[in-house]
Structure formats: structure tokens, C-alpha cells
């Protein structure tokens, strides 16, 4: 396994299968954060001792296989470029953090790209698997396979009363993160889905925008994902994820039936329009190819536009992103050209469909 | 004003960045910003980050207030393993290492409600090397609390089963401790 092959597909491998309402829930991920009990938190750790993180992981795990996951990949963060870690963030298998961080950070990728394990990040070890569709018991129970399996080498910083112990008091106690992405246009398109996020927020749970919170969802992709990580057990915690996720799967799937009920031929048009658009345009910029792909989707999944792959949006949402731009052309390049390549790689892209 | 990056597009954000020591004006739209690196793309909790440092500092500001009128704090809580001391804490909102949550134990628990709803103890996994008692331990509380909530609803019937569950559950453990010593 090597870098470069994770640096030239835009898809992950996983991503092609399809999961269960593979229509609506792009992928479910869990993250559980990890600690070495008698080291210092990479804020203030020494170098050596980080090193020494690293290395054990190096020595111990490189080409060792977690049970179903194939190889792995070891790479260490310092040593890649500016744009190679632009990458792996917009592939979302590092996270931003980890990727600006020169202190003896590393990263372990399954050949699949279903499992990636940040080194020294916030906290020292950061497990992080993805699923496609919607799938969190089963993201869970194989996290915590994995995690049963660090556990047998590692001694973990736990605590028996505020469990596993991480750097910010916003992960301590089970660690973990789930998320599930979803595209919601018409629940962004009527904007019941501000009128939802509060609620949502009631149960402990945060909606976001694709990169992040406070950031615009790009392309009508909404993250959900768990706030509270103590006082509720990881099962518990996802069964409330999994069921706020099933509620907006309908709530979805009711107001895309009521659009194209009441109307459809605006709706029918604003998706072809999209569709020409990303078809024959010269210069896109990323936010408009944002607007136009999720209506393509949204198309798609209504049976409006036949011979394009759903999985074309979550394919060149990253593949238009700066980073895999720049790796693409092997070059730095400005805003302009960016958005001519991106424009030119939308039309390519899309011939291979017909 | 337009943007010094793509020149085309208006700044909609200014600036100042200082590059060892050398301040620079950045005038940027928000497409740039973000594509070259002015704008970090949030991940999770960096926001909510800043909130919660707002929030530590409130937490302080009271206590401060509190102890002023009844006695002044000479020494700084400080940890002893990585050295992190509570003002650092509230400051960075982040833990310098394990022994920091014994360290400010007495000081966590507002702190984890606000952020937890309410909540402060771990009921999740457990490392299975830290032992099979450990983990009875807190299933027996999980469950203990659930008969509590249970009897307020008055929901007996469902109380009566996690009552058997619990009776179950210490048998088990006696027996298996019995088991131990033989
Ligand atoms: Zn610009
Ligand atoms: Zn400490």
C-alpha cells in the first residue's frame, strides 16, 4: 500500500458499495478517541514521547491486518505536502487538526479506506471507520473489534467514573463520535430543516454543514452527529442517532414527494438546468458545482435523470475540491484555474456516463 | 475592496495575520479564504470549543468571587504530571493528560454537566482488562438507576424485571467470587 493510491481516486473504495437508504445517507462513521495512560496529551507532550507513540504503532502495525480490513498503510503527516494533506482531509481520512500538525503525527489507512487511525492527534490515538449507508450498529460493533484489539497492547487512560480520557472535556467518557452524512435537499429546499435542528439539538445531537460546524452545507449534505459523549452508553447513544436519521430519511422523503407533487415541473427544471450546467460549463466554482450536483443527485434518486451512477455527487464533491484539483494537475493553481479544471474534470466525468 | 487572491471577487473578510512577527493585512473572499487556508474548515467542536472556554472562565469568575470573599487562594492548582495548571486549562479548554481530571477533579463536574447535559459519570465501555468487576460494578449501577427512574414513572411491572436483573446480576458476581477463592 502506498500514498499514491489514495491519492488518485476521489471515490473510496467502500463507497461504492451501497449501504441500506443509500439514497439519502451517504455514509455512518465512528470515531472513538484513545489515550496511551502514561503520556502526556500531544498539547504538551515532548516530542520523544510522541515519537515513541508513532513508532509503536509504526513498528507493530504496519502491514498487519485488523481481521477484514486488508492491509495498511502507515504514512507520517510531516512528510507529505501541502497538497497531499489537503487530500486526505477532503477524503475525509485525516482530520483538518491532524493534517497541520508537524509533531510525530502519522496515520494508519486500511487498502479499502474503511478504517483510518489518526496517530497523535488531538488525542493520541483517534479510530475512525466508515460504513456506507446507513449502518451505525454495525460501525460500532466492528470500532469496537478494533478497539478490543488495541486494548490487549495498549493501557488506556480510563477512569471508572469518567471512563475513557481525552484531552477535551467534550469526548471524555465513551470517546466516541458517530456521525452519519446525509443529502437533504428538500428538506433545504422548504427550510424545515432549520426549523428541525433545534429539536435535534435536544437529544444531544448536532446538525452541520458538510465541513464542519458553523460552515454552510455544501451541496445539501447535513452531518449528524452525537454532542454528549458521558452518562450514555455507546449503544444508546447511537440507537438515538440511528432514530433522529430514520425521522429525517422520512421527513425527506415526504417533502420530495410533495415538491414534485406540487411542483415538479419547477423542480424537473431547476434539476436539468443543473445538469446542462455541469455538462457544458467552462468555469465552475466550487459552490455553484456544489448547488448543481446535489440537484443532479436529487435527480437521480427521483428517476428524473437515468445513466448517471448515484454515486457521481459524493465522487466529484470531492474530486472538486482545491486540494484534489492541485494533486490532479500537479500544480499549484489560482482560483481561475481551478475553476476551469474543475469545470473541464465535471464535463469528463459526466461523458464517461453516456 | 476586491479579493487579493482571485482578484476578481470582493473581500468580504479582513485580517491581520502575522507571520513570525510580521503583520500582514489579508483581504480575501470567502471562496479563497477557505481554498487557501485563511478560513480552517472547523471540524468538530472547534466552535463549540470557543463556547465552552467562555463558559470555564464564567465558571471561574464565580468561584474567584466566592473565594475572595472568604479566603484568598495562594498557590495555583497546578497537575503534577504534565504540569497543565487551571488557568492554562480554562484558557485552552483542553486537559494536559490523564492525571489533569484528578487534579481538577473538584472543579469537573459543572463543567462536564454544562458540556454532557447534566451529565458526569461514564457509563460506556469498559477496557477489558480493567477486569470483569468493573464491569458488573457498572452494569449494577446502570441498572439501579433505570429501577429509580422506573418507580418515579411508576412503571412497576418493568421495576419488578430490572429488580430480578439486579438480584441476578450480584448472585452472579458472589458466586463467581466464591469460585475465585477456591
Ligand atoms: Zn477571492
Ligand atoms: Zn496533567
Sequence with gaps: ?354 | MECQECQHRPATLHFTQVINGNKTEVHVCEVCAKEKGYMTYPEEGYSLHNLLTGLFNFDSAMMENQQSNSYKQVKELKCPQCGMSLSTFKKVGKFGCATCYDTFSGRLDPILRRVHSGNTKHYGKIPKRMGGDLHTKKQLESYKAELQQLIEDENFEEAAQIRDKIKALQDQSNSSKAGDDS
Design chain 1, 1 to 354: 500500500m502506498t500514498l499514491k493510491q489514495f491519492m488518485n481516486e476521489a471515490i473510496s473504495p467502500w463507497m461504492r458499495e451501497e449501504g441500506p437508504d443509500s439514497d439519502i445517507v451517504l455514509s455512518s462513521r465512528i470515531r472513538l478517541a484513545r489515550n496511551f495512560s502514561d503520556v502526556s496529551y500531544p498539547i504538551l507532550a515532548d516530542q520523544g514521547k510522541l515519537e515513541e507513540i508513532r513508532d509503536f504503532f509504526k513498528k507493530e502495525y504496519e502491514h498487519q491486518s485488523f481481521q477484514d480490513y486488508e492491509d495498511f498503510a502507515f504514512i507520517s503527516i510531516p512528510d507529505l505536502t501541502a497538497v497531499e494533506r489537503r487530500v486526505l482531509v477532503e477524503k475525509h481520512l485525516i482530520s483538518p487538526h491532524l493534517s497541520k500538525s508537524d509533531q510525530a503525527s502519522a496515520t494508519i489507512i486500511s487498502k479499502n479506506e474503511q478504517v483510518s487511525v489518526m496517530i497523535n492527534e488531538e488525542d493520541h490515538i483517534r479510530l475512525q471507520l466508515y460504513f456506507p449507508g446507513l449502518q451505525l450498529p454495525k460501525a460500532l460493533e466492528k470500532a469496537f473489534e478494533l478497539d478490543d484489539w488495541l486494548e490487549e497492547k495498549i493501557n488506556y487512560a480510563f477512569d471508572e467514573t469518567r471512563g475513557y480520557l481525552t484531552s477535551c472535556p467534550t469526548n471524555v467518557g465513551t470517546g466516541m463520535r458517530a456521525s452519519v452524512m446525509m443529502h437533504l435537499p428538500a428538506l433545504a429546499m422548504t427550510k424545515q430543516i432549520n426549523r428541525m435542528t433545534p429539536a435535534i439539538n435536544q437529544l444531544g445531537l448536532v446538525v452541520r454543514g458538510i465541513y464542519g460546524e458553523g460552515s454552510e452545507a455544501q451541496g445539501n449534505i447535513f452531518q449528524i452527529s452525537n454532542q454528549i459523549t458521558l452518562g450514555k452508553s455507546e449503544a444508546d447513544i447511537i440507537g438515538d442517532l440511528q432514530s433522529v436519521v430514520k425521522q429525517l430519511i422520512e421527513h425527506e422523503r415526504n417533502a420530495r414527494n410533495r415538491i414534485m407533487e406540487q411542483s415538479g415541473k419547477k423542480l424537473e427544471d431547476r434539476i436539468f438546468r443543473s445538469f446542462g450546467v455541469l455538462d457544458y460549463s467552462r468555469i465552475i466554482e466550487s459552490k455553484e458545482a456544489a448547488v448543481c450536483l446535489s440537484n443532479v443527485r436529487l435527480g437521480i434518486d427521483l428517476g428524473l435523470i437515468k445513466n448517471v451512477s448515484r454515486n457521481i455527487l459524493n465522487e466529484l464533491m470531492i474530486l472538486t475540491q482545491p486540494g484534489f484539483l492541485q494533486q490532479y494537475a500537479s500544480a499549484t493553481l489560482t482560483a481561475d484555474e481551478r475553476d476551469e479544471l474543475r469545470a473541464s474534470l465535471i464535463r469528463e466525468r459526466l461523458q464517461l456516463e453516456k
